[in-house]
């Protein structure tokens, strides 16, 4: 059974950091592109960043220089840090797991984790 839990939401003010961790189960953690979501109320859901197997990272514009994924095969755990948040940061976030080179997007998803950020 495909297990991914978030944690690490929160509510933080303007210009403060989060760190989310995602800590997968019943999956080959160690092949997989692992990857970070999030949706804000009346959006669609949009990619965050993602990391693969081999470290590569990709970036949503809008937290490139701000965000970074991470992840620690070991503990079969994704994380991202988030810096510099904005009010727009506000979402819920979601993990996903994807498998590497398919065009199908993630097979598993989260239950999501809440972030806030206030001014």
């Known amino acids: 059974q495909v297990q991914l839990v978030e944690s690490g939401g929160g509510l933080v003010q303007t210009g403060g950091s989060l760190r989310l961790s995602c800590a997968a189960s019943?999956?080959?953690?160690?092949?997989?592109?692992m990857a970070w979501y999030r949706q804000a109320p009346g959006n669609e859901r949009e990619l965050v960043a993602t990391?693969?197997?081999?470290?590569?990272?990709n970036y949503g514009d809008s937290v490139k220089g701000r965000f970074t994924i991470a992840r620690d095969n070991d503990k079969s755990t994704v994380y991202l840090q988030m810096n510099s948040l904005r009010l727009e940061d506000t979402a819920v976030y979601y993990c996903?797991?994807?498998?590497?080179?398919?065009?199908?997007?993630?097979?598993?998803w989260g239950q999501g984790t809440q972030v806030t950020v206030s001014s």
């Open positions: 996903a797991a994807e498998i590497p080179f398919s065009t199908k997007g993630p097979f598993a």
């Open positions: 019943g999956i080959t953690f160690r092949v997989m592109t």
């Open positions: 990391m693969t197997s081999g470290g590569r990272t």
